[in-house]
């Protein structure tokens, strides 16, 4: 093996700012960085390379394999991938001529294929299903596997934006945009099939500042891909890359003019190196790679899956034609490059080879391999070679991707897999003779103790483009891992999220299996990859655990619908909503108070506090809860995106026209809070409008939710407001970016356009009359104003009739809460008496009440207070009571540590209940310091407000069922009677006084719905 030494050919790179540091928010930083000081890494057999680039995250898909897991499973079964083409491409018969010379056909018909390759989650990447239809899926597929590859290396969209992470994509074919040109598609995209704009997707999603690149040398494409991207590292050009490749067939054209060219194999099979070799089977797939400089990767604590310690290319220049290789050209790149970065080839012991099983190419790749290694050493058949083309077939652009991945899935497992097909060594290649031998078995990957595997990976492209690197095995001796064996008094926090119950339901379940398959993951480094590299999105699970059988427990819970202690699930609403959650979340992160109170909850480990905090839609600075020593990213399961079918658009019939309407069908309308209401009807047009557009379906459009999240982009726009000019006239493009939701756009239409939403009103309403003036434009200020005089008891009963029968949802209330209430006031009853016992109350026969009073020294104000008690201890029989003569009598002895010994287990399980957490923190805290409180040593509202802080008590007033329905019902009263107040006196502006505020329950939720009507209030005043 060899003595590595570090290249002095590149200068070594800047280590990068940390986050914990100070920074300005101009200065350049690496802000996905989690540490400080230099790293305490001592690789063993590997010296810290200048240069080095390290793999830190992957994802793929391939045939028979939705991700490199299953990929990795196939590989070792020796499973064959390739199959007849499916009629979900073309008819293969329709086409199909075992002749060769056969013209205008084609004599191969098998194909590796992807399956689901419709299948996307347009709204996740901000993308309108409209837009979805129009756009390749090799675009597609790259979206969802290279942020999949930004979720393996632990990096959130959060960490990632604003940094210069480059993206390098292999992309060569573009057969649907011929499929849509042969549909004569209604719609067409000019985006939509773009390779410059599938390079582009995820930087504008992420806010990538690196470049982003489509790269096309045919088959090398994505191996020439990942050498450029390293390049860039290595020059500090960018700090992170993100290289893949993808490849699809869908047309019969790609395969006609292959069989013509005789590149392809008439048995379906690539027979990589055997004697029989007749060409190449196409395949398919999609493969990311997260690419970062060594030194980063270690001081980040990044996994890293392998390093790249040499790659280059080059190209044949003139052969024997065009697409011939040059035996010349691949010696002269594997010499250079293992000149330049000083690497040994007796060193290497496994070589994917390009290997697409052709007689011209095969012998040509094996020469020049043996050349280049047996000028270095004289040992024979030690290396061994493969070909993942014999598996999956040769996937193009995608192939050196599929070499890299089956590469590293290699090394992490120590084992080489099998080549296929490979019965008789190609005669024109001396393997005996030579360092190699096909592998055609698993087998342990050999190597030396401390010794790190190394493999070099080839691609070739048939324009002549050349491209080999080399991987080395990563072996890290951690000097500062971060405690493997957290004791149970720790626990961790495991956060999930996704944009739907459903998906978020998915991703529990694809956890609970990934931890029960993998029980030597550290806790402590999956709950910090969860929280550093995940996106917070609006349905969100938290869960406190300190071992795997807890966490797995949970995490079943959660899966069917349990409760359970140390799980917090909640609904966090989205940045443009001014749903309750969000506004809380909004105040806390803007307050100051806020802001410490979390930093104190990091630093103090109140993991449960943080925890109902981020499931709420707060911010958490993660960072903050480890201090100074981070745990490690580890690979765990990604984002499952939603399944939904998008293919072409419809096919344009020749010759007819498609006339555009003068307003859409609001017969199926979205439901709305008022359906005869003006404002209703405007967001319910508007979202036809909206749905027809972006073809999105009416109930996933949220008046709330802001444009941009439904992919409402430049195009969309200008298709959006040529259709509403037919109707309204002129409208300024600025308006869509000016008002960012539906809902704020029907105010504008309501003000600006006001004729023309009457005279659809009516329309809507049959020819039936509106109110008397219901709208009048002021000509002066050109506001909406209203003006039926209605005297004050017809406005009361407009407002009842706004407000539907809620009698069914108290019922559902009752249903739901009254016995976990019933259960809680029981144990509270017996806390009760205990508390008033240890005080020395009530021990002996018969008690005066009278007396206890004067004895105990109870303040006047109390009286009131101790009478209640004596009332209720009485009806649980804890004691008699006489009310005339105010005798106690037979009171019950309960054993008091067993009591509170119930209430502790207890009180775990209402602690998670999202309608009686705030109870059940509230009375362990009074009922604790009530001695306290009846002897005079505390004030009670020092107990019920310690340091002067609302939190104990404030839980009680909002974010529970009951409160929110109550509060829900007032905040809607006061709209309809804002609402008829403006029919009859227009120009009025209310003054608005609530009486008992409290801790702002109510308050929040009227603030919430008045936010649309502002205009239309003077002043809003309350008491406490």
């Known amino acids: 093996a060899s003595s590595p030494v570090s290249s002095t050919s590149h200068t070594s790179p800047t280590p990068l700012v940390r986050l914990t540091q100070p920074v300005s928010p101009t200065s350049p930083v690496s802000v996905y960085s989690t540490r400080t000081e230099a790293p305490k890494f001592a690789p063993m057999g590997m010296s810290l390379r200048t240069g080095a680039i390290a793999i830190v995250g992957m994802s793929g898909k391939y045939p028979d394999a939705k991700n490199v897991s299953e990929y990795w499973q196939n590989l070792v079964q020796a499973k064959d991938s390739v199959r007849e083409i499916p009629r979900t491409r073309f008819n293969v018969s329709d086409y199909y001529d075992p002749n060769p010379t056969a013209l205008g056909k084609m004599y ?17 990447f901000r993308l309108s299903p409209a837009d979805a239809e129009s756009m390749d899926p090799q675009h597609r597929l790259f979206l969802e596997e290279g942020y999949k590859a930004f979720e393996d290396a632990g990096y959130s969209p959060g960490l990632l934006s604003n940094i210069k992470c480059g993206i390098y994509l292999g992309i060569m074919s573009h057969e649907y945009e011929l499929l849509l040109a042969q549909q004569k598609a209604l719609t067409t995209n000019i985006l939509g099939t773009n390779p410059a704009i599938a390079a582009a997707r995820l930087a504008y999603l992420l806010n990538l500042k690196g470049p982003a690149i489509p790269i096309d040398t045919a088959c090398s494409s994505s191996l020439v891909a990942t050498h450029l991207a390293c390049q860039a590292l290595k020059s500090q050009e960018i700090d992170m890359a993100l290289v893949g490749g993808v490849s699809l ?24 190196c055997d004697a029989s070799a007749n060409g190449f089977v196409p395949g398919e797939g999609v493969g990311a790679l997260v690419l970062k400089r060594l030194s980063d990767a270690q001081a980040d604590h990044d996994q890293i899956y392998g390093v790249i310690i040499g790659s280059g290319i080059n190209q044949d220049g003139a052969t024997n034609g065009i697409t011939a290789p040059s035996i010349k050209s691949q010696i002269e790149l594997k010499r250079e490059i293992y000149e330049k970065y000083e690497i040994d080839p007796a060193s290497i012991s496994y070589v994917e080879m390009h290997g697409t099983g052709t007689q011209l190419g095969d012998p040509i790749e094996l020469e020049a391999l043996a050349t280049v290694f047996e000028e270095k050493t004289p040992r024979k058949q030690y290396c061994a070679l493969g070909s993942v083309k014999s598996n999956i077939g040769h996937t193009s652009a995608a192939a050196g991707m599929a070499s890299v991945h089956k590469v590293l899935l290699s090394m992490q497992q120590k084992k080489l897999v099998p080549s296929l097909h490979f019965k008789q060594p190609n005669p024109h290649f001396d393997f005996a003779a030579s360092p190699f031998y096909v592998n055609t078995a698993v087998r ?3 190597s030396e103790a401390g010794v790190p595997r190394r493999a070099a990976v080839s691609s070739f492209g048939y324009s002549g483009t050349n491209a080999h690197l080399v991987i080395e095995e990563y072996i890290a001796d951690w000097q500062d891992t971060y405690p493997p064996a957290k004791s149970p008094q720790s626990p961790s926090l495991f956060i999930l999220s996704a944009k739907s119950e459903q ?4 991703y529990a379940q694809e956890m609970k299996e990934w931890i029960q398959k993998h029980g030597e993951l550290n806790l402590a480094d999956v709950a910090f990859t969860l929280q550093m590299g995940r996106a917070a999105l609006e349905h969100r699970l938290a869960i406190l655990a300190d071992s795997q059988a807890v966490l797995l427990k949970r995490l079943d819970s959660f899966i069917h619908k349990q409760a359970s202690a140390g799980l917090y699930t909640a609904q966090a609403m989205r940045s443009q909503g001014t749903g309750s959650s969000r506004i809380d979340a909004m105040l806390f ?25 981020w499931i709420k839609g707060v911010h958490v600075d993660w960072k903050t809860l480890y201090g100074e020593q981070f745990p490690h990213r580890v690979s765990l399961p990604t984002y499952p995106f939603a399944r939904e079918s998008y293919w072409m658009p419809a096919r344009h019939a020749e010759g007819v026209s498609h006339p555009r309407p003068l307003s859409p069908d609001t017969s199926t309308s979205a439901s709305v809070a008022e359906p005869d209401g003006l404002l209703a009807f405007t967001i319910s047009y508007l979202i036809n409008i909206l749905s027809a557009v972006l073809k999105i379906s009416l109930q996933r459009l949220d008046p709330e939710i802001g444009f941009d999240e439904y992919g409402l982009d430049s195009l969309a726009i200008h298709r959006l407001q040529a259709r509403m000019e037919g109707v309204f006239g002129l409208i300024p493009i600025t308006t869509f970016f000016q008002y960012k939701c539906i809902r704020d756009l029907a105010y504008y239409f309501l003000i600006e356009h006001a004729e023309t939403i009457h005279a659809l009103f009516q329309q809507r309403s049959n020819g039936q009359p509106l109110p008397s003036q219901n709208i009048v434009r002021d000509a002066r200020t050109g506001e909406v104003v209203a003006c039926s005089p209605q005297d004050r008891a017809s406005i009361q009963q407009q407002i009842q009739q706004h407000i539907p029968d809620q009698r069914a949802q108290i019922e559902s209330l009752h249903a739901t809460l009254d016995q976990p209430a019933q ?8 806390l009760l008496w205990v508390q008033l016992q240890t005080l020395g109350w009530f021990t002996k026969a018969h008690t005066l009440t009278t007396e206890l009073k004067a004895r105990a020294g109870l303040p006047a104000y109390c009286h009131r207070w101790l009478d209640e008690t004596i009332r209720i201890l009485a009806q649980k ?3 008699s009571y006489d009310e005339q003569s105010g005798r106690v009598t037979n009171p019950i002895s309960i054993d008091h540590e067993r009591t509170w010994q119930e209430w502790e287990r207890w009180k775990a399980v209402w602690l998670a209940h999202l309608d009686l957490s705030a109870q059940a923190a509230l009375v362990e ?20 407000f310690p340091k002067s802080s609302r939190e104990l008590v404030e839980g009680v007033y909002k974010h529970n069922r009951v409160t929110d329905f109550f509060n829900a019902i007032l905040a809607d009263a006061v709209v309809a009677y804002l609402n008829e107040i403006r029919k009859s006196e227009g120009s009025a502006r209310l003054r608005i006084l609530e009486v008992g505020a409290g801790t702002g329950g109510t308050s929040a939720m009227i603030f919430q719905k008045l936010l649309p009507y502002q205009e239309y209030i003077q002043e809003y005043c309350y008491t406490d």
């Open 589 to 613: 992160e803007k307050e100051s108070d806020g802001q410490s109170l979390l930093r104190i909850w990091c630093q103090e480990k109140k993991l449960d506090k943080i925890a109902l905090a």
């Open 925 to 944: 805290v009074t009922l604790r310091g009530l001695p306290k409180i009846l002897t005079g040593q505390s004030a009670a509202t020092t107990v019920l």
């Open 877 to 879: 029989k804890y004691i």
């Open 444 to 446: 342990d990957w050999q």
């Open 823 to 830: 259960e809680m006031e029981e144990i509270l009853a017996r």
């Open 108 to 124: 191969c018909k098998e194909l590796g294929a992807l399956e689901g390759i419709e299948y996307f989650d347009p709204l996740f």
């Open 249 to 272: 067939y869908l047309t019969p054209e790609s395969y006609i003019g292959m069989c013509s060219a005789g590149m392809l194999s008439p048995d379906g099979r690539c027979k990589t």
């Open 503 to 506: 998906q978020l339901t998915s």
